[in-house]
């Protein structure tokens, strides 16, 4: 799969349930509008996405029942946790990190950061702060039933990536 594709990809991940036209999606990677529509359609035809028409318009949106629509989530997740680690000084990072692997070795359904509270998805309780950030910990069945309110332009998932978007997926059906 090509960088643009992964692009288009990337831009609808940014949205619960986002819908954009070729149009937008061409002007949001930055790419001519014939270029995104090729691709685009390519992503039509493998099930990546579906599309509705609204009058001359196409509006596009993740296929979330695609298998192959998770993969490509969860690889956009890891290369977005790595960029923002890639960001914190080496002893943040390394608590991050820390915090990431022993919350991981608990029963946990996902973490990830949003709005910068790390929000840990377990039935266990985890520490209130770690590395400067403000911990939360929710039930997976909150989780599930605060899935429309995420804010995806300000998310980045630390850690389960599947299950973040499996959850997006089910809440979508």
């Known amino acids: 799969m090509g960088l643009e594709q992964l692009s288009i990809i990337s831009v609808l991940s940014k949205g619960f349930n986002r819908e954009l036209t070729i149009n937008q999606l061409s002007k949001s990677i930055k790419r001519s509008y014939a270029s995104t529509n090729q691709h685009t359609h390519s992503l039509i035809k493998k099930n990546i996405l579906n599309k509705k028409a609204v009058g001359s318009a196409i509006l596009c949106l993740l296929n979330l029942k695609n298998e192959e629509t998770i993969a490509h989530l969860i690889f956009n997740s890891m290369g977005e946790k790595k960029r923002f680690a890639e960001g914190l000084s ?18 946990t359904q996902t973490i990830f950061l949003e709005g910068g509270i790390i929000t840990v998805v377990s039935d266990k309780k985890h520490n209130s702060k770690v590395a400067g950030f403000t ?3 929710i039930s997976p069945g909150e989780f599930e039933s605060s899935v429309k309110k995420i804010n995806f332009e300000d998310l980045v998932i630390l850690a389960n990536y599947e299950a973040f978007w499996r959850a997006i997926s089910k809440a979508v059906q």
Do not use: C, N, Y
């Not at 080496?90 to 029963?107: C, M, N, V, W, Y």
């Open 90 to 107: 080496g002893q943040r990072r390394a608590a991050l990190e820390d915090f990431i692997t022993k919350a991981s070795t608990h029963p």
């Open 135 to 137: 911990i939360k910990t």
